[in-house]
């Protein structure tokens, strides 16, 4: 017998180990319905809890005054739950009404940047022609356009690595103001330019705010963005860039190209930029992170802020490397090799364009002077009278390059989650440099057809502009707050100092664009080499 009540016992047990929810119930029905062992406060309690534990929910903190439910663990324990570790979390989730609003206005504060660096490029062609006297394809115009670039890229370095500092020292949101106002009012200045040395010098000290505001707005972004959702707000804010050159290209067509605006009124509307600072005062304040490194440092000097010698330091020297060495890369190929993308569709317009002229594909020998000078007025007179036509299709082909590379900046943060910095480095560089082949070695050279250029523009755009935006994720990463803003400045803006002294020497030894990619597209198989050299960041706190 007694055998037998051990056995059925351990039936028992068996089945309430298979069946815990069938005996949870009936425990819980015979609480509900025999409450009598429990104290008269805590049946009151109870009781309107009674049916739902027959359903298998136990009391969780009261929310209200009302009991809560919460589903019982034992019985229910393979039911998924949300995770509450953050950076398994929607990037998206939990960003709050400011944090959107930084990243609203760092961005316009970019989109207007770029725009006052690429109004040059759209209406280069009409700018040196008018105050050179010279036609677009002269190799002084060559010779003065590399200049602009050159000055642009020394301005913007030496603007980028002094108002790094300052941020660093002042404050974000403050220096911010700063750059906007100094690019604003000096591009609205080149409108009354009457020689082409002014424009240069001009385009110096434009490039000085424009160098500065980047690297605030980036160090901005990275500091009030959580980890989780940094570097997807890093690529957004680098990628709006796009916008700006999509503005240039639009003000290339419609008013640079338009013969009752002209290029002057192209720099004139430069200025609007400025009224974006009246906003910043206004709404945005200093980072959480850079006011408490600036208490830091009020207590400990050895912590004081914008020191631009602690960038070569035993800590930070391989990082200050390896990221100037990436942004010199990507400036130097930016401006040798991706803008001249809106030259395919252009070389193709203008070569339909003297087949309906009947102006010859070739021109005649060089000893025949008096046949080559009639050539070169045939194709001038030509590319005159269908100017509108050949200005549309270059700023076509700017677009499309620069759609393409808009969406090469926004996807980088996906991708470097996903690959790495590092692999997602490698990954751009190495495509940028097939797909520069591509271009210039294959499809303009040998007159592709209209549409496959216009297939391929957007994935030249998307690898050899792309990886810009991976300075915007990766540099704050590299540096602790107080040298955030200076760090980040002074290696995207050695890069613009690498890229002068390319465009200097391209100025005093002339090429064509074709011929200038084809030159520095190796450099992508350096950047490619010199990632091996770079330290990981995904998923690491920013440095207090």
């Known amino acids: 017998m007694r055998v037998r009540g051990l056995e059925a016992r351990s039936r028992t047990n068996k089945i309430q180990e298979a069946s815990p929810l069938i005996f949870r119930q009936r425990f819980y029905l015979s609480e509900l319905l025999f409450p009598s062992n429990r104290a008269p406060a805590q049946r009151s309690r109870e009781s309107a809890l009674g049916p739902a534990r027959l359903l298998g929910y136990e009391r969780a903190p009261s929310v209200g ?21 953050p950076n398994k979390q929607a990037w998206y989730s939990g960003i709050t009404k400011y944090q959107w609003l930084v990243l609203l206005i760092a961005s316009l504060g970019w989109i207007f940047d770029i725009f006052e660096g690429q109004i040059f490029v759209s209406s280069m062609r009409d700018v040196f022609p008018d105050l050179l006297g010279v036609g677009p394809d002269h190799p002084k115009f060559l010779s003065w356009a590399d200049y602009g670039f050159a000055a642009f890229a020394l301005g913007g370095a030496l603007g980028g690595v002094v108002f790094g500092i300052v941020s660093d020292k002042i404050g974000r949101s403050k220096t911010l103001i700063i750059t906007i106002l100094f690019y604003s009012v000096f591009t609205l200045m080149q409108a009354f330019v009457q020689e082409a040395w002014q424009l240069i010098a001009l385009r110096f000290v434009v490039a000085m705010g424009v160098g500065g505001e980047w690297a605030v707005a980036s160090a901005m972004v990275a500091e009030v963005m959580p980890t989780r959702a940094r570097p997807v707000m890093s690529s957004i804010f680098h990628a709006s860039s796009v916008f700006g ?17 002209g290029w002057r009124w192209g720099f004139a509307i430069g200025v609007l930029p400025a009224l974006l600072t009246v906003w910043i005062r206004w709404k945005m304040k200093e980072p959480e992170q850079w006011t408490k490194a600036r208490e830091k440092a009020k207590a400990d000097t050895n912590l004081k802020p914008g020191r631009i010698s602690e960038l070569f330091n035993a800590k930070n020297l391989r990082n200050t490397l390896v990221g100037v060495t990436l942004a010199s890369i990507g400036l130097v190929t930016f401006w040798g090799a991706h803008i001249y993308g809106k030259d395919a569709l252009l070389r193709n317009a203008q070569a339909e364009v003297m087949v309906e002229e009947g102006v010859p594909n ?22 005159e009278k269908h100017k509108s036509r050949i200005k549309n299709a270059e700023m076509l082909s700017m677009t499309l390059n620069t759609i393409g590379g808009g969406l090469g900046l926004v996807l980088f943060g996906a991708i470097s989650n996903r690959l790495g910095r590092k692999g997602a480095f490698v990954l751009y560089h190495a495509v940028a440099f097939v797909m520069v082949l591509i271009m210039f070695k294959g499809l303009i050279p040998h007159h592709a057809p209209a549409w496959l250029l216009v297939v391929t523009l957007p994935v030249f755009g998307f690898f050899t502009l792309g990886m810009h935006a991976g300075y915007a994720v990766y540099f704050p990463e590299l540096y602790p707050t107080r040298l955030r803003g200076t760090g980040s400045g002074f290696c995207f803006n050695m890069g613009r100092l690498a890229m002068a002294l390319a465009f200097f020497l391209f100025g005093m030894f002339p090429v064509g664009p074709s011929e200038k990619a084809m030159l520095l597209s190796p450099l992508y198989l350096v950047g490619v080499a010199v990632v091996y050299f770079a330290k990981e960041t995904r998923g690491i706190e920013l440095e207090e």
């Open 245 to 261: 050159t999509l503005l240039a290209a639009a003000a290339g067509a419609f008013i640079v190209g338009n013969e009752d605006l």
């Open 65 to 85: 005054g009302l009991p809560a439910l919460s589903k019982h663990p034992q019985l229910y324990p393979s039911e998924p739950t949300m995770s509450n570790d």
């Open 362 to 383: 070739m021109p005649p020998a060089p000893e025949d002077l008096s046949a080559t000078q009639e050539y070169k007025e045939q194709k001038a007179a030509a590319f």
